[in-house]
């Protein structure tokens, strides 16, 4: 054999390498979520499920699961993820997804109960959007807790246009390690170490059951400066 010919072998076996990174590199990934009553195994029907991170638990999609309690979600990236699904009666689940190098079918047992992460998936025909508008803070009063002598804690005084039932409070805009408190006349927050201008970011949300799904309605954001001396 001359060196011609091994040349074009040679080159032949490289097209052959090169080909099945470049199939997957531009494949399309899909996740199929099937939601079960975690003691009796059977499927539950109008789950809402959302597909997203932890700062945006809905980015990749909120859908209802069907009567067989599934729900699919189509192209998706090769990246970890986060699973959230709630319903009425039971307890919401937060499940994080390593990142997908393929298809994948996800069983996710959900227990009787209450509380939880809560994801909002309102696709019912019957359920109307919200008018741009309804839920917004229109002002916020940030003043220094009387109750404590520590100039770290402070009360937040929140006042909404439209009905609200819960907000959350931080000093990041993407509220990391804030949790959502029942909404009350004052709401106290404390401040992170060292004194200066902080930047308060807050936040209010209403949750209202329909036919199972829980629908959540967010305000835009109030931004805050609130000096601690």
Not at 25 to 53: F, H, I, M
Not at 82 to 91: I, K, V
Not at 110 to 128: E, K, R, Y
Request: charged share 20%.
């Amino acid at each position: 054999m001359n060196i011609i010919e091994k040349s074009g072998i040679l080159a032949g076996l490289a097209g052959l390498l090169v080909m099945p990174a470049w199939s997957v590199v531009y494949a399309s990934n899909w996740l199929e979520v099937r939601v079960v009553d975690k003691q009796t195994g059977a499927p539950v029907a109008e789950t809402s499920v959302c597909l997203g991170t932890s700062a945006r638990t809905d980015q990749f999609g909120a859908h209802r699961a069907t009567s067989d309690g599934i729900v699919r979600f189509d192209d998706l990236p090769e990246s970890s993820m986060m699973l959230t699904a709630s319903r009425r009666g039971y307890q919401g689940r937060q499940q994080g997804l390593e990142p997908m190098a393929g298809n994948r079918v996800v069983v996710l047992n959900l227990a009787p109960g209450g509380g939880g992460p809560v994801c909002a998936a309102a696709t019912s025909a019957d359920v109307q959007p919200q008018a741009a508008g309804e839920l917004e803070i229109t002002a916020v009063r940030v003043s220094p807790d009387s109750a404590l002598s520590s100039g770290a804690q402070v009360a937040v005084t929140v006042s909404v246009s439209g009905k609200a039932d819960q907000v959350r409070i931080a000093e990041t805009a993407d509220f990391a390690g804030a949790k959502w408190m029942d909404l009350k006349p004052k709401n106290r927050f404390t401040l992170s170490k060292g004194k200066g201008v902080k930047r308060l970011y807050v936040q209010v949300r209403r949750l209202v059951e329909v036919k199972g799904a829980t629908i959540e309605s967010l305000s835009p954001v109030k931004v805050v400066p609130y000096r601690r001396y």
